[in-house]
């Protein structure tokens, strides 16, 4: 089955401890991408990644680092959480570019204190 | 600056009406324009997108949209719902210095009254 799958679905931590949320895609796709959602702002991505080594910044990327070695995988690191960093992260991916259309995985809600 | 706007937070249907869900964009060109779902809990799943051509769009679950140049709107219809159809509702474009990227509304929770 074709999925985008992300670890953990929840995570509760405090301040300052470094996470990383793992996300893998089984489809082959190029294109990875991260977001997070927040009440009444819709979804802003924070990284992107064209191809297996290849990343860029999204609209709010302060705060967070990512890195693509293989084309499945693409992990969000939180190298010091904050606060203002407690959010609902997608993960997704697509085939070339975001405008083919993108599959999402199924969210990671993390709450950060 | 691009921007997309859907106008209305939440919408109350009753089970069997009609629905129409409105988007707005800002951009004078054709934009690439995508309607995703999100079921409570769930990630998010896209419902149709529209690049060029015919501007009825047909998509999943029953879902159209129709894009309107003259009003910049990209509004998303159903002639039936169903209670399974309560979600969440996002509208999104291309971003046009981007082909990688999205800009995306706000979102609209749709309510299905039984």
């Known amino acids: 089955e074709a999925q985008v799958t992300q670890n953990p679905r929840y995570l509760i931590t405090v301040t300052g401890k470094k996470l990383t949320v793992t996300c893998s895609q089984n489809?082959?796709?190029?294109?990875m991408s991260w977001y997070r959602q927040d009440p009444g702002l819709g979804l802003r991505q924070i990284y992107y990644?064209?191809?297996?080594?290849?990343?860029d910044k999204g609209d709010v990327p302060e705060g967070y680092k990512v890195s693509r070695k293989e084309k499945r995988n693409f992990p969000l690191i939180l190298e010091s959480p904050s606060p203002n960093q407690t959010s609902l992260y997608f993960c997704a991916s697509s085939s070339g570019q975001a405008l083919v259309g993108q599959y999402f995985g199924p969210g990671t809600r993390l709450t950060v204190t | 600056a691009q921007s997309v706007t859907q106008p209305d937070i939440h919408i109350t249907v009753s089970e069997g009406a009609s629905l129409e869900l409105r988007c707005n964009y800002s951009y004078g060109a054709t934009p690439y324009l995508f309607w995703y779902v999100q079921s409570p809990g769930q990630g998010l799943q896209l419902l149709l997108k529209y690049f060029s051509g015919d501007t009825l769009v047909q998509g999943i679950k029953g879902f159209e949209a129709e894009f309107k140049r003259s009003q910049s709107s990209f509004n998303l219809r159903k002639p039936s719902v169903h209670w399974s159809d309560a979600a969440e509702y996002f509208c999104?474009?291309?971003?046009?210095?981007?082909?990688?990227?999205?800009?995306w509304g706000a979102g609209t929770k749709l309510i299905i009254k039984p």
């Open positions: 489809m082959n796709h190029e294109y």
């Open positions: 990644s064209m191809n297996v080594e290849v990343t």
């Open positions: 999104a474009v291309g971003r046009v210095d981007s082909n990688y990227q999205l800009i």
